[in-house]
T-cell receptor
Framework: AQSVTQLGSHVSVSEGALVLLRCNYS??????LFWYVQYPNQGLQLLLK??????LVKGINGFEAEFKKSETSFHLTKPSAHMSDAAEYFC?????????????FGKGTKLSVKP | DTEVTQTPKHLVMGMTNKKSLKCEQH?????MYWYKQKAKKPPELMFV???????INESVPSRFSPECPNSSLLNLHLHALQPEDSALYLC?????????????FGPGTRLTVL
């Protein structure tokens, strides 16, 4: 079975500081991995995805993530936080087989940005 | 057009009411989804349609009834809901069911059941 674990339900950084949101996955097959962002009272927006190929994936709004098979990780980073980055972030893995169509989400990490 | 639209944005209903949520996409996607999201939780999958046929029903109570009239539209009919059904209902679409297809989400309908 596939699963996603996001370490830290709440991360707080200062404006201009590095953002690091952690995601570890479990999958018996090569995973398809996604990061989504959700602003208050809105739907989810795709930040980036990893399917195959280059392990460093660049997304929107200056975010990037690196797929590390040896560590089963897909951590999200941004060099310099902006106030507008404050939101809920979800890591997800695309399901296989009979559950195709299912996105398996982590529990989410709320990012706060201090001025 | 890379947008998924949902109506209404907000809905308040009593436990005896019948209402419907609507979702529309014009990206040519062949898979569409309904999710339920409670506060401070990730979205929970309810239903998946592929090529206008129900593909996945995650053991959702029968008071929720999905409908896919055509490849662009997805409805969720609501009847005799309970207060615990109050949540944000999200619609999403993707090119297909394969796990590498990203899902595009709508803004959601905030449902309150009194």
């Amino acid at each position: 079975a596939q699963s996603v674990t996001q370490l830290g339900s709440h991360v707080s950084v200062s404006e201009g500081a590095l953002v690091l949101l952690r995601c570890n996955y479990s999958s018996s097959v090569p995973p398809y991995l996604f990061w989504y962002v959700q602003y208050p009272n809105q739907g989810l927006q795709l930040l980036l995805k990893y399917t195959t190929g280059a392990t460093l994936v660049k997304g929107i709004n200056g975010f990037e993530a690196e797929f590390k098979k040896s560590e089963t990780s897909f951590h999200l980073t941004k060099p310099s936080a902006h106030m507008s980055d404050a939101a809920e972030y979800f890591c997800a893995v695309g399901a296989y087989g009979g559950s195709q169509g299912n996105l398996i989400f982590g529990k989410g990490t709320k990012l706060s940005v201090k001025p | 057009d890379t947008e998924v639209t949902q109506t209404p944005k907000h809905l308040v209903m009593g436990m005896t009411n019948k209402k419907s949520l609507k979702c529309e996409q014009h990206m040519g996607h062949r898979a569409m989804y309904w999710y339920k999201q409670k506060a401070k939780k990730p979205p929970e999958l309810m239903f998946v349609y592929s090529y206008e046929k129900l593909s996945i029903n995650e053991s959702v109570p029968s008071r929720f009834s999905p409908e896919c009239p055509n490849s662009s539209l997805l409805n969720l009919h609501l009847h005799a809901l309970q207060p615990e059904d109050s949540a944000l209902y999200l619609c999403a679409s993707s090119q297909g069911l394969a796990g590498y297809n990203e899902q595009f989400f709508g803004p959601g309908t905030r449902l309150t059941v009194l």
